[in-house]
């Protein structure tokens, strides 16, 4: 039997009154390992670099077989940036190549740059248009439910890339659970995580694109964006 655990953390009150996000995580783990995740999740609400969260949210559901469906996980490629700035050059001339139209690629980071402190969830956002879709503010949309099929095998070859860690392991499931589903375009994100820089753009046409600088190291602020095709049922 499989399970998912999540965990949702903040400082100074609860999501939505008054706290500040300090971190999330989830997994799809068999009953062996679901001690060893939960307590590795409090110790990351605790230990994070944003903070020592203070509401700390540990949510448990077995996980039928039934309700999984498998995707592939998008190939890795990298792009070295060494600034800010060069970074997300990159990144706009990688949507552009993927798809999404120069009013969208302005749009979405305008709406990252006005931030002035990380998102929850991500924009959905007109692929064409640059229209934004959802009405949820600094909540965004969240892509939950999700990990990798086999941890040990995902683990090792990350790693045997140099990509080990929580960071672009939790980067890579997501982003291509996003580029598989229906509509989607493109994706556009940074962390919030203040000594954690990279970003990436995410597509289906041409996999998980890592940008080894998207921003300033010691900002907080970070956030994503869903690009999809007009028309899609949100």
């Known amino acids: 039997m499989l399970y998912s655990v999540k965990m949702r953390s903040s400082l100074g009150g609860t999501h939505g009154e008054g706290g500040r996000h300090i971190s999330g995580a989830e997994r799809i783990v068999p009953e062996d390992m679901l001690e ?3 307590l590795a999740m409090l110790r990351r609400a605790r230990t994070h670099e944003r903070g020592a969260a203070n509401f700390i949210n540990v949510k448990v559901e077995e996980v039928p077989d039934t309700s999984i ?5 998008i190939p890795i490629y990298q792009m070295n940036t060494s600034t800010k700035e060069e970074g997300r050059a990159v990144a706009k001339k990688e949507l552009l190549r993927i798809g999404v139209s120069q009013a969208a690629v302005d749009s979405a980071f305008h709406e990252l740059e006005s931030l002035t402190d990380s998102m929850r969830g991500a924009i959905v956002m007109d692929a064409v248009s640059g229209e934004r ?5 600094e909540r965004g949309v969240r892509c939950s439910n999700m990990d990798c099929e086999n941890t040990k095998e995902y683990e090792a070859r990350m790693g045997a890339r140099g990509l080990g860690g929580d960071h672009p392991r939790e980067a890579l499931v997501l982003a291509s659970k996003v580029a598989n589903a229906p509509g989607t375009v493109a994706e556009l994100c940074w962390s919030d995580d203040p000594d954690y820089v990279t970003g990436y753009v995410g597509s ?4 998980y694109g890592r940008i080894t600088v998207m921003k300033d190291m010691g900002d907080p602020v970070g956030g994503r964006v869903f690009f999809v095709k007009p028309g899609t049922d949100i």
């Open 204 to 207: 289906k046409k041409y996999g």
């Open 69 to 73: 469906e498998y995707c592939d996980l």
């Open 36 to 38: 060893e995740n939960v």
């Open 133 to 137: 879709l959802d009405d949820r503010h």
